[in-house]
């Protein structure tokens, strides 16, 4: 038990190591991208993401997802799950070939068929980038996925992508960009797994991989759809230069703590699998997981509340001055965005996907209907936003009810939020002391958002070291002495 918290906690710092740095040069990627392409480009692009994820989610069909989850792992469940994902690929790839001019012709972008086309190719890449990252994710061996994450996104978006936008490929740039850093990552990772290649075709081989992946499919499926259906309604609806201004300010914000989130619950999902017969266990890993989340995002969401101008003028540019309410949406937006991603996973880990379907299912369909009852009231893309933040609020109650049964206790649940509910408030009380009396001023946009990103970092190492324990606070503290003292050491 020791050994799997030990390495529970070196995967979350490998973990915690991969955000901050993708976080800072996905954010700087992001504000030049932003000055390279129009609005109407990332409209295009934001589409073909959709369409990306589509073919993605059909090339896995949940198969990594068991690779994690399966008590005992053979070579056999690895080569099923290989020769699953390649055929899934190859079949994504044809279709979305074949369906490109569809596509184009259905959201009104004759630019999309290219682009969509181009990401397509990436697909049967995929298949082998989820069987390693799948092993390393069950191994908690998060050092090599750090790796195939960080080189990937220098070379194939840092270089070639924001390369090729800057030689005026325009939208095609970012399939250019995608497809690069799927091969990097793919050769990467295999470096370090170095599974079979072996295909098989015996029925035997799949019905154990295919008993869980069936019912995470479904999910997966409900949540592809709704994470979508904003993108969708738009693309079809509205002019694609709203869209890309709601997609735009939506990665900007949503993308970094997705990334966290992410991260984080990569680390959780096969801890929380093997302790799930213990449930005291459990509960105190969701408890300290869910601070960590809460405080985090909360203490980003308050600051980009009340600086979202200067992120508008300095991540989007001139192009994007009418996306401020949006970013401001977005930023109250993501904890609970990022808890519910928790919550599902606590949910997956100890086989409850049947409440977790019925409450995905129930989201989805309302979400619809609002995105459809906005339109037809004539309402813009913020209001769509509005019903975006409302549905997710409403889903993540449902969600953390969930997480009550399975872990017999709700008094820290709400305890969570009330801490993250504080942190938020004073994030957000801090950065109004001191940045709007600066801005009355006229401070220079660098000037100020230096000073907002010092205020920042004041607010959530407060919010971090002052607060109660989590897994976060306890890497925070063993890593400022460690590096204090390697300081110390370079100096002497």
């Known amino acids: 038990m020791t050994n799997l918290k030990s390495r529970t906690i070196n995967a979350v710092k490998w973990s915690y190591l991969s955000m901050a740095i993708s976080t800072v040069l996905g ?17 295009v692009v934001a589409i073909a993401l959709v369409l990306q994820r589509f073919g993605q989610f059909i090339g896995d069909l949940g198969v990594g997802q068991a690779l994690v989850q399966k008590p005992e792992l053979s070579d056999e469940d690895v080569q099923a ?9 190859l079949l994504a790839t044809l279709g979305a070939w074949l369906l ?13 068929v290219a682009v969509f086309r181009g990401y397509s190719a990436a697909y049967l890449l995929t298949a082998m980038i989820i069987i390693s990252t799948s092993l390393l994710r069950r191994q908690l061996n998060f050092r090599p996925l750090l790796i195939g994450e960080l080189i990937p996104l220098v070379i194939g978006h840092g270089v070639l992508g924001l390369g090729a936008a800057y030689l005026g490929f325009g939208a095609f740039s970012l399939a250019i960009s995608a497809l690069a850093q799927a091969f990097l990552q793919m050769v990467i990772l295999y470096a370090y797994t170095r599974h079979s290649l072996r295909l098989t075709f015996r029925p035997e081989s799949y019905r154990a991989l295919y008993a869980f992946a069936t019912r995470v499919t479904i999910i997966n499926f409900l949540e592809f759809v709704s994470g979508s259906l904003d993108s969708l309604i738009l693309g079809r609806l509205y002019p694609s230069a709203e869209l890309g201004l709601y997609r735009r300010s939506y990665s900007v914000i949503g993308g970094p703590a997705y990334s966290f989130a992410s991260s984080l619950t990569k680390v959780l999902a096969p801890s929380f699998s093997q302790v799930q017969g213990e449930p005291e266990r459990l509960r105190r890993a969701h408890h300290s997981a869910l601070l960590a989340l809460l405080i985090v995002l909360s203490c980003v969401a308050g600051g980009i509340f009340v600086a979202a101008p200067e992120v508008v003028a300095v991540m989007l540019g001139s192009q994007f001055v009418g996306a401020v309410v949006l970013i401001k949406v977005f930023a ?21 996907l049947s409440m977790k379907t019925m409450i995905q299912a129930a989201y989805t369909v309302a979400l619809a209907l609002a995105f459809w009852m906005v339109y037809r009231l004539g309402g813009s893309v913020t209001a769509i936003a509005f019903v975006l933040l409302g549905g997710t609020v409403v889903r993540n109650v449902a969600l953390e009810l969930l997480v009550r049964f399975i872990v017999k206790s709700g008094r820290e649940i709400v305890q969570a939020y009330a801490i993250g509910a504080l942190s938020g408030l004073g994030t957000a009380a801090l950065f109004f002391v001191v940045v709007v009396p600066l801005r009355g001023l006229g401070t220079p946009l660098p000037v100020l958002f230096l000073v907002e990103l010092l205020v920042g970092a004041v607010a959530l190492a407060a919010a971090i070291f002052l607060g109660p324990p989590n897994e976060l606070k306890s890497v925070a503290q063993k890593a400022v002495p460690a590096v204090t003292r390697r300081l110390r050491g370079q100096r002497g």
């Open 27 to 43: 954010l700087v990627f992001a504000a030049i991208l932003s000055r390279l392409l129009t609005p109407k480009e990332f409209g």
């Open 81 to 89: 799950g290989f020769t699953s994902s390649l055929g899934l690929g």
């Open 100 to 112: 490109a001019p569809a596509a184009g012709t259905y959201f009104n972008m004759p630019d999309l």
């Open 332 to 352: 109250v937006l993501v904890p609970f965005m990022a808890c519910s991603n928790l919550a599902g996973v606590l949910a997956e880990a100890t086989a409850h």
